[in-house]
């Protein structure tokens, strides 16, 4: 076998030598495109300039200068530098410039075509700029609502995530509802953490979309509904009663039952109170989760009855619901003969338990108040 | 017998030829993609492709510790100045023999406390705990007899209250948006049960509010040859296999795991030296062997900053201690060997670390001996094998270059002219001197092995330069 080793090694080291010239290209490149960026800004930010003036004394633009910046705006490197001027105008003149991005929506939605051609990364970025623009505030339909909707199926986390932020920022709730239910039919995976922080930056009416995704809420599939009741838990306390019933039901999933009983932890409501108590008597090892997350949330309905369930919450075989119920008396401040038996009793994990977030909660208060002398 | 030697001659050169052209090839893939991955996120940051949110998952930091009084306290204040929200630190002293707990309690102002352990996986008895809250997050400190790394970490994995665990090492510093980054791919794929973050050589690098305001390469040449290596390594073994699922390590200094998995796989073993390569392993048999769907994600972005020996010294013992873990992981995990039922992880990722990591200071010490061999019989180009190891020498040279400039381009350091005259003088010896002394140092870790015995790796701390 005839193998010139010495030819692969040549080739090797022209391929590094190429990858060495590629990264020098690329530091010469960077530096080009920091200061093209800054020549970009300065054009763009004469014409965004020319037009706040127009707008500062009259309710009319420049048709021409808005169809070049338009046009410009096309190429990423241009909305990057209108999105830096825009940032900076903003601050100055908050008010003038939300006119002005208001008045520009048509250039926006021009955008749309070229930008629906583009790779995933200057999409996400588009979406970014519309939601950071909040362009489409209060608008039911535009090209630019439909391209979001587009972005949200078959696309990157984060261009789905810019997307949702976008129609977030716009208000519609029947639009959030629409591109959630798009995410829903497609099976797309979002995490319902940031599905539910998402909701929680709408900029529209959020009753109204807590009412929204209530009436809605059994067309989706769980990973939604998750998101849905822990947003409706941090924006209303008026579905108590419909709640109520679905976490009495015994069908309900155990997922659901958790996070409607944080939703009543929140907003309290008597009648619950018992079947939280009833979460701790019947704890079954299965659905140990359950019964921990009662324990936690029973502290919302003090009474003797709560302290007695607790109490025995406190001898449970799972560490969890032990851990929480001890907690829960904690903040409850329940009084000490209450829980003599378990202080002078044979349970020693109880008993631990107990002293244990007795002294954090001492710790805890010892070190807001060295925090408040710094 | 010349005619014998002739021919096994020409057998080893086969075998050679083939052994460095799958290196190569593979180096020279993995620094390519890894650049390519690296400059894609680049792209990614300036474009504001980011999943950026107020509240993340909850998450607990576990750092074991041990004799490390002198960068301990650093290490909890880094942890600190973190953009992220919601966390509990948990610091597990493993029976030190200095004052690591002792500077932890008086700097702040920790008081003693009775907190339950839920044992969920074995470790030794803690002897006392002391707990502080800064803000909102509570900084926990667990004192346990001696027990070795593993044992520490299995401590904090029982200790810990929230569903994901980061481990880290006492002496490394976060940069403050390096634990948004870790998590972020948990919140892009629901799969993901563990995430690795970039370590990098904390020498000569001054840290304020978690962020890098002075970057420059250390005077001891022998720290400098050691970011060369970490850098290409990274992009080699990290972000090359993570596009494959592949990776079979996740540094110690700083990893992201799910706990519950962790938990049902048994946590971190007590006999190896290498606890972080053989859990992620494990992980792997583990999720198989389940049918549990998972990915193992490297997280270039998650950066932590961990001191490098800088003598030689404990830089052998370093290296030796790494090469004993690593057997100790591809032994007790030998069922992976050429075993297609773990797919791309037993073909290509044990395969590279066994041929090229584990057997490669024997293979290189093979070669020498033929070497000698064949002078012996007068049967070598000198020319030419002079020729060939200043090649090889300089192939790897421009590779360790072009991923050290790729980390310093895409994360917006800046180098001063000495610096990149340094880096490019150090490549070529890093290539053909220090490799080959560590080559040495691999070779002779089996000298004085005891199995099971519980070691902490030990180098001479120095204060890190952290401001506040």
Redesign the interface.
Known sequence: ?I?R??V???L??A???C??VF?CL??LY?RYENRSLQKYINQISALVDSQLECLSYSDEMHQEIQQRLGKRLRR?HFL?AFHSVITEKREEEPALVERYLLKSRPMFSDLVASYRKEED??Q??FA?VMADFSVCRWVHEDPIIDFMMELIVDK????R??ALKALYRFGDADNVLLALRLIDENNV?H?E??IT?GLLSFAGDRQELAALLWKHFHEFHLELQIPFLNYIRAVSSDFREPFYEMLANERTDKELKIALIRYFWRHPYPPVAEVLAGFLEREDSRDWEIAAIAATAIRAYPGEQTILVLRKALLSAN?YVR?NAADSLKSLDADFNMLASVFNGQDR?AR??L??HE??H???E???K??ELV | MTEIVKVFLDYVN?FF?LYL?VY?TFL?LS??VG?SVL??QF??R??????K?????PISIIVPAYNEEITVVDTVISLLQSQYKLFEIIVVDDGSQDNTSQVLIDYF?M?P????V?KQIPCQPEEFFY?????NIPITLVRKKNGGKADSLNMGINVSKYPYFICMDADSMLQDDALENIIRP?????NVIACGGLVKISNGVTIKNGKVVNYKLPSNPLVCMQILEYDRSFLASRIFLDQFNANLIISGAFGLFKKELVIAAGGYDHSTMGEDMELVVKLHLFCRAHNIPYSIRYASEAICWSQAPTSLRDLMKQRKRWHLGLFQSLWKHRKLFANTKFGVVSVLSYTYFLLYELFSPFIELFGLATILLAFAFNLINVP?MI??FL??A??GA??S??AF??RI?TQNLTLCLSDVVKVVGLCLFENAGLRLILAFVRMTAFIGYKRGKHQWGRIKRQKMSIEL
């Not at chain 1, 990157?156 to 261009?159: I, P």
């Open positions: 076998m193998f080793t010495e692969v090694c040549y090797y080291i391929v590094c030598v990858m060495l990264n690329l530091i960077r990423i990057r990364i200057k996400a970025y970014f990157s986390a984060y261009c995530e810019n995976f995490h953490k940031l922080d560490w851990y994990y631990e338990m002293l244990f002294q954090q001492e710790i805890k010892q070190a807001q060295e925090a | 086969v030829i052209l190569s020279f620094v390519t650049t400059y894609k792209q990614m300036q474009l504001h492709n980011e999943l949110h107020d509240y993340y998952l102002h008081h406390i009775d907190h339950p839920h707990q502080t809250y800064r803000g948990v919140m892009e794929d629901e030419f020729l060939f090649i090889y300089g192939f421009l590779l270059l072009t400039f790729a381009h």
